[in-house]
């Protein structure tokens, strides 16, 4: 059976891992591990295809402990202590290094079950994940392990990666020749996502598909690869990590007022599918970041909102857009989440006292012998609609939960203020 490219071309040493130098080049702390085949518990995290599992094998290769190898999708218990039963044979008289993929699929139980053999040192456990570990993984384990993170490979690195697969099809299958361009590899590079496998698989789907000229050679064409790659990888997950390092990305672009990066991230959104977080988050900002400075922009936005629900996808991503678009250029204030923020810490963290007994409900037979109402005065009956009284309880009657922002909407609210306590 032949192996898939992917496998062909793993590298054996550290000098063939392409990318990831802030963990590999000379002198860091991964590469000074691996080097000294003193193999301590490490959690590899990032996305796919950045060569978690190769530097896992270099890993156990320098160490000249047996590997094993386990999916945590569908793994289980019974194959781990399956492991340990031959760790105590001579099957792996130096003890062995597990790898286990994708941990963030093991339950807190199973997790639990490796404890054991890590604190006595049987199992040397290597994990990977495309989860954030701080939230996936059960705290015991993390804090005996050391957490590197992978990083999409650049475009660079994947470019040859990509060289290399060119070299060992054209060696090892002479009597098939091929034509592939430098400017072709580097379109294959930039649209799969920083993920190295991607590209290979697409290079490799290509390399099977392509049909010879008459001169007996195939030519792979940037259209092949780009049909073969289908869509760029996004490394887009709804209920994990990725999720709300692009929601946070969105929200932080409008609020900088960069409209740019703002529809860069809406489209990386909708091309997931994502409507409904979308235009969740759209509200929020409209209330939150741009707020008092233009209060208007919350009503433009819901009905943009509306529309994209009425059209759905993809003619949705047209009045999101407009929203979005908006929002980014609008003028800021978090004078609202400031002030709500700040009243709802008062009610937590003070005493607050009661409500004045003239502004309680007097609606009712018996509310004047409790002092219900009485002294209350009417602003509507004075000058202006406005006469100067305690609102605020005894407690908190100095309270400032609303500072107005320095645009202009605000200003005039402000002065509006200003003026009615001078009266």
């Known amino acids: 059976m032949q192996q898939p490219l992917a496998e062909r071309i793993r590298p054996q040493t550290l000098e063939e891992v392409y990318g990831q ?45 047996r590997l094993y190898y386990l999916n945590a999708t569908t793994a289980s218990v019974s194959d781990i ?100 361009d430098d400017k072709d590899l580097e379109f294959l590079s930039q649209v799969c996502g920083g993920d190295a496998r991607k590209s290979i698989n697409a290079f490799e789907l290509a390399y099977d598909t392509v049909l010879p000229d008459g001169d007996g050679i195939s030519r792979i064409s940037s259209e092949l690869l780009e049909e073969c790659a289908r869509r760029r990888s996004l490394q887009y ?55 008092l400075a233009y209060p208007q922009a919350i009503s433009i936005a819901n009905s943009c909102v509306e529309a994209a629900f009425r059209l759905g996808l993809p003619e949705a991503r ?31 963290n003070r005493d607050i006292g009661e409500i004045p007994a003239y502004l309680r409900d007097a609606h009712y037979s018996g509310a004047e012998k409790l002092d219900r109402g009485i002294g209350y005065q009417y602003p509507h009956s004075f000058p202006g609609n406005y006469v100067k009284q305690q609102y605020l309880p005894d407690a908190i009657r100095d309270a400032n939960y609303y500072r107005p922002g320095t645009n202009k909407f605000e200003n005039n609210l402000n002065a509006y203020l200003e003026d009615l306590k001078k009266r």
């Open 318 to 348: 047209i009045p999101l857009a407009e929203a979005v678009l908006l929002l980014a250029c609008s003028p800021k204030s978090n004078s609202a989440i400031t002030a709500i923020d700040e009243a709802t810490s008062d009610l937590h």
């Open 237 to 291: 997950d709804k209920a994990g990590d990725n999720h709300y390092d692009l929601l946070s990305a969105f929200q932080k672009s409008i609020r900088g007022s960069d409209p740019n990066a703002a529809v860069h991230y809406l489209a990386r959104l909708l091309e997931s599918g994502d409507l409904q977080s979308v235009c969740r988050r759209l509200l929020v900002i409209a209330a939150e970041d741009v707020g």
């Open 21 to 65: 130098e802030h963990l590999l080049s000379e002198g860091k702390v991964l590469r000074r591990i691996i080097e000294s085949g003193k193999i301590p518990n490490m959690i590899f995290f990032g996305p796919s295809g950045t060569g978690k599992t190769t530097v896992a094998n270099l890993a156990a290769k320098s160490s000249e402990r």
């Open 81 to 180: 202590k399956e492991i340990i039963r031959e760790s105590d044979s001579l099957l792996a008289p130096n003890g062995c290094i597990l790898y286990l993929d994708e941990i963030q699929n093991f339950n807190k139980k199973q997790q639990q079950s490796l404890l054991e053999f890590i604190e006595n040192g049987r199992i040397t456990l290597v994990a990977s994940t495309t989860e954030n570990p701080y939230f996936y993984i059960y705290n015991a384990i993390l804090s005996r392990s050391t957490v590197f993170e992978f990083k999409p490979l650049g475009h660079d690195a994947i470019f040859k990666v990509l060289k290399r697969c060119v070299k060992i099809l054209s060696e090892a299958h002479p009597e098939r020749p091929f034509i592939i």
